[in-house]
């Protein structure tokens, strides 16, 4: 290249897309004679560059949609506490708020689950409960659950199952997250007033599960990554209407571990969504069917429970519910006088906190089993640790059960039930 200007633009564009580093030849006068350099294709770099870019742009915009999802429920939960405190002698407005009070509990917890299911999932660690399951009765329970959100909005929503029963291998309660969080979406992204169907069919070997909705819709652009973790198909309604963008994550996560497939379609905005589950069909047989009447609240027997956790907040309250119920109870908020206080007052069920300073809960449950008065009580985990690995852990230590903060009250009577039964 003899030309002093043009080698030098050309020389100028090369470096900016494959890593050419340029050096001028001149004359004794000065005169760039020609160009000199070596060149290294980095298209690759530049593009594993901008993905870098790109994900933890993603990232970050993640980590503030959280505080926002997070404090969304937390404003109405304090207003509520607000309520309780100043309208304590008006029994509608204390009942309204407790509900709105559960409501929003129930809502953070959810995001919480997710988030963790979502980590299982991508580790694969994520444990299904597999048997045999009639699939009308999963998506009537997603239904039931959903219910709220659809009349809140007042959309019009239409079932659609056949009379014949259809069959699936599969966990129920990770099925019926599926459908809730896939109807979830229709009730969130519609306008208010819009139709939501959810339709079943067998289609040979697979059934073909459909939630269709008239809402927002999804750019046709937008399709093949829709179900991409974090992914939002419009920020702005999805922040307007509320979510992590990862519940079509964890749908699809879910679909395939029970060697299904789930596919989204749409004409574009404005114009609707419809997601299709495909799984395989399972003959008839036995079904295992959980009665809503062995949730329920039963404290016939009094029972004397040691509530351990150095939270003393948590462990007040946990402690008052148990009260309220017909439990004798008795608090410590560590370790140690876990250790003593059990000795005086030999429960018959301890709830133990894990993650508590200087003595651990695994560490006192072995201790409280090398104990004569503990080596056969009820040892409960209730802690915020919830991980597989913890849970092993757990039953190593000696724990019977294991329950996730905030604890459910018919997991936890569940347990009481079974210790009456001992």
């Not at 607000?82 to 917890?109: F, G, Y």
């Not at 206080?341 to 709830?351: A, K, S």
């Amino acid at each position: 290249m003899r030309n002093g200007k043009t080698p030098f633009r050309f020389a100028v564009k090369l470096a900016n897309t494959v890593g050419f580093s340029p050096a001028p030849c001149r004359f004794a006068a000065g005169e760039i004679t020609r160009w000199f350099g070596t060149n290294t294709d980095i298209t690759e770099q530049r593009a594993a560059e901008e993905a870098l870019k790109e994900s933890d742009r993603r990232k970050d915009e993640f980590i503030a949609t959280l505080a926002h999802e997070l404090r969304n429920p937390l404003a109405p939960l304090r207003n509520g506490l607000e309520i309780l405190h100043l309208a304590r002698n008006d029994p509608v407005a204390v009942e309204r708020a407790q509900q709105m009070m559960d409501r929003q509990l129930t809502h953070m917890v959810r995001l919480i689950d997710d988030l963790l299911d979502l980590s299982r999932i991508s580790r694969g660690i994520i444990t299904l409960h597999k048997q045999r399951v009639l699939l009308n009765s999963v998506l009537e329970q997603a239904v039931e659950t959903t219910r709220p959100a659809i009349e809140e909005a007042s959309h019009h929503f239409s079932l659609d199952l056949p009379p014949k029963p259809l069959y699936v291998d599969g966990d129920p309660a990770r099925l019926s997250q599926i459908f809730s969080n896939l109807l979830n979406n229709a009730a969130k992204f519609s306008e208010r007033g819009a139709s939501i169907w959810l339709k079943a069919a067998q289609q040979g070997c697979e059934i073909a599960i459909t939630v269709r909705d008239t809402g927002i819709g999804i750019p046709v652009h937008m399709l093949d990554r829709i179900f991409d973790m974090f992914i939002q198909a419009d920020s702005g309604l999805e922040r307007a209407s509320g979510g992590l963008g990862i519940g079509l994550s964890l749908v699809r996560g879910l679909v395939e571990k029970h060697s299904g497939r789930v596919e989204a379609r749409s004409a574009g905005p404005s114009l609707g969504s419809e997601f299709v589950v495909y799984l395989p069909a399972a003959a008839p047989g036995e079904i295992q069917e959980r009665h809503p009447e062995q949730a329920r609240l039963c404290s016939r027997q009094r029972r004397r429970v040691l509530v351990v956790d150095d939270n003393r907040d948590a462990a007040t309250s946990i402690a008052e519910v148990l009260e309220l119920l017909g439990n004798e109870t008795r608090t410590a908020y560590s370790g140690p006088d876990a250790l003593e206080l059990g000795g005086h007052f030999r429960p018959d069920l301890i709830l133990l906190d894990i993650g508590m300073p200087k003595m651990s809960g695994y560490e006192v449950a072995q201790c409280i089993r090398q104990q004569e008065w503990g080596s056969d009580v009820v040892i409960v985990a209730l802690t915020g640790w919830g991980q597989e690995e913890d849970r092993r852990r757990s039953r190593a230590a000696g724990f019977d059960h294991h329950l996730v903060k905030p604890v459910d009250l018919s997991d936890l009577q569940q347990i009481l039930q079974h210790q009456d039964a001992r």
